[in-house]
Nanobody
Framework: QVQLGESGGGLVQAGGSLRLSCAAS????????MAWFRQAPGKERDFVAA????????YYAGSVKGRFTISRDNAKNTLYLQMNSLKPEDTADYYC???????????????????WGQGTQVTVSS
């Protein structure tokens, strides 16, 4: 069983930055691709960024490419999402997820991910 816990969300003005963290409880973290998804009120859960188990393969959603950076520290069992140049449309609950496999697909979807955190809220004011 993998337990995931996100932190780092909050309220920020447009143009600001936040860094999300996701701590994993299990040593198998290093064998799994990881991803960030987000869900705005009344909308579906959307892919944000994904990273392979080694960190060598990374994919981003077009809406965040160039502004967000996903990274991982396998020694610390921790996943990160650095979010810069935040926009009001980035407002959502952000979830980290652990894949069934070690390599993400190019267009990740939620059903490819086995374990999920409880989410952390990000609010960007205009």
């Amino acid at each position: 069983q993998v337990q995931l816990g996100e932190s780092g969300g909050g309220l920020v003005q447009a143009g600001g930055s936040l860094r999300l963290s996701c701590a994993a409880s299990e040593r198998l973290f290093s064998s799994r691709a990881m991803a960030w998804f987000r869900q705005a009120p009344g909308k579906e859960r959307d892919f944000v960024a994904a990273i392979s188990r080694s960190g060598g393969i990374i994919y981003y959603a077009g809406s965040v490419k160039g502004r967000f950076t996903i990274s991982r520290d396998n020694a610390k069992n921790t996943l990160y999402l650095q979010m810069n140049s935040l926009k009001p449309e980035d407002t959502a609950d952000y979830y980290c997820a652990a894949s069934y496999s070690g390599v993400p697909t190019r267009t990740p979807v939620a059903r490819e991910y086995e374990y999920w955190g409880q989410g952390t809220q990000v609010t960007v004011s205009s």
